[in-house]
């Protein structure tokens, strides 16, 4: 069976089961079906019709063609590739949003772009999830779309080793979103260390600016508060990155 591709990236070359491969007869899939059930923006209008030249289902896991349990939350995981147009450079994450958005499904983009490199051009490829943001229960989910590094196209690989033989479909879910987000297929305690990680990055740029800010003042009074600051906000940050490291 020759499978589904986006431009060299399939789901044998994400490192999938086989068994989870759609066929390259049915992996087109045209623009026209996840138009019209959402409003859409003139932004998100131009981004489907002149930045993404095609859309492609690459692979479906479901415990029907694995040996994964049913999930709780994510009844299948979907990989669809996403092939931007030439001089396009950027995650499209308008058009992700509106196509993670229409299926409860979990699922994967791979986002494949051609490049200018040692004086000919390479194909690389990111991957991306749309993932709800960790929040209080009983309020309205805030989603994010979340992407990894471009590497050469061949080298993008989804790693389902973490998840052991009667695993879940959520565990499979968790680790993949830990991997593209966290660089770590380990999906243990996901939210939370997705939390920790934007605490840390809030706190890295507070000290950054108090820094700044102590530099600058010449009062001693204002220049011994910044410095209290300072000191707190390291402590915190310190505080952080050793739970992070453990």
Sequence with gaps: MT???????????????????IPEAKGNLP?????????MS?????????????????????????TLAAGAKIPEI??????????????????????AAQRKSGIVFAVVRDMPFEGTTR??????VRRALPGRAGHTPVHQVFAGEWRPAGEAILDTDEVPEG???????????????????????LDA?????????????????LVRDHQRAKDADQRNEIYAQLHKAKQQLDALVAQATE
């Design 3 to 21: 499978v589904a591709h986006c431009g060299t990236v399939s789901a044998l070359t994400l490192g999938l089961p086989a068994s989870t491969a």
């Design 31 to 39: 623009k026209a079906m996840f138009v019209g059930r959402a409003a």
């Design 42 to 66: 003139a932004k998100l209008g131009k981004q489907l019709k002149n930045d993404i030249t095609g859309i492609t289902m690459l692979a479906i896991t479901r415990p029907t063609n694995t």
């Design 78 to 99: 979907l990989v669809i590739g996403l092939h931007l147009a030439p001089k396009v450079t950027t995650v499209p994450t308008e058009a992700i949003e509106l196509i």
């Design 123 to 128: 194909e690389e490829c990111t991957l991306a």
């Design 167 to 189: 695993g879940s479909l959520d565990d499979l879910w968790e680790s993949i979103c830990a991997q593209i987000i966290l660089g770590s297929s380990n999906g243990v305690d």
């Design 193 to 209: 260390r997705i939390t920790r990680r934007s605490q840390i990055r809030q706190l890295e740029a507070t000290v950054d600016k």
